[in-house]
């Protein structure tokens, strides 16, 4: 009989904390498809730009010494990162791809065209937002990016 008590209780137990990590892993699964869609989506509106040569696309380019040439693989390159990142066995390569993007964006940003660039300081929030989206994702995904390094286990 006190199996019957003792065992009763347990599955019980079992059955919440199951349901629990349900719910959590769900809303797991939940915030990191909106790193991916954010980060995504923001390198690819950008891409309109870029490719469309518009006139902010280029006069930024040309200010950092990088136009046409640097405009055009800037926006290949965040069109990789971003299907990378939407595709879940790649989004670890596609975090730290947007990642170098987004640092070396960043880093023009503070050092030669300013936080605010025409007039508005859009373009470098976007780069904050995406860097941290993506730096988040090469974290959560560190198991998949640590494979691009080819580390020797002592």
């Given at each position: 009989?006190?199996?019957a008590?003792i065992?009763g ?6 059955k ?5 990590n ?11 498809w ?5 980060s ?7 891409l309109?730009?870029?490719?469309r040569?518009?006139?902010?696309s ?5 200010e950092i010494?990088?136009e ?10 965040e069109?990789m ?8 066995r ?9 990642l ?5 964006a960043?880093?023009?940003h503070l050092?030669?065209i300013g936080?605010v ?6 373009l470098f929030?976007y ?7 993506c ?8 198991k ?11």
């Open positions: 009989m006190r199996k008590c065992t209780p347990m599955q019980t137990g079992k919440l904390l199951t349901d629990n349900k719910k959590a892993m769900k809303l797991n699964n939940i915030l990191l909106a790193l991916r869609l954010i995504a989506v923001i390198m690819l509106q950008t309109y730009f870029k490719f040569a518009d006139p902010q280029v006069k930024l380019f040309t010494g990088m046409p040439w640097g405009r055009i693989s800037t926006g290949v390159f069109l990162a971003s299907i990378l990142i939407l595709y879940p790649t989004t670890g390569y596609g975090a730290v791809l947007g170098g993007l987004m640092a070396g960043l880093y023009f050092t030669k936080i660039f025409d007039g508005d300081a859009v929030i780069a904050v937002i995406v860097f941290v989206c730096a988040i994702l090469v974290f959560v995904y560190r998949q990016v640590s494979k691009l390094l080819p580390l020797k286990k002592a």
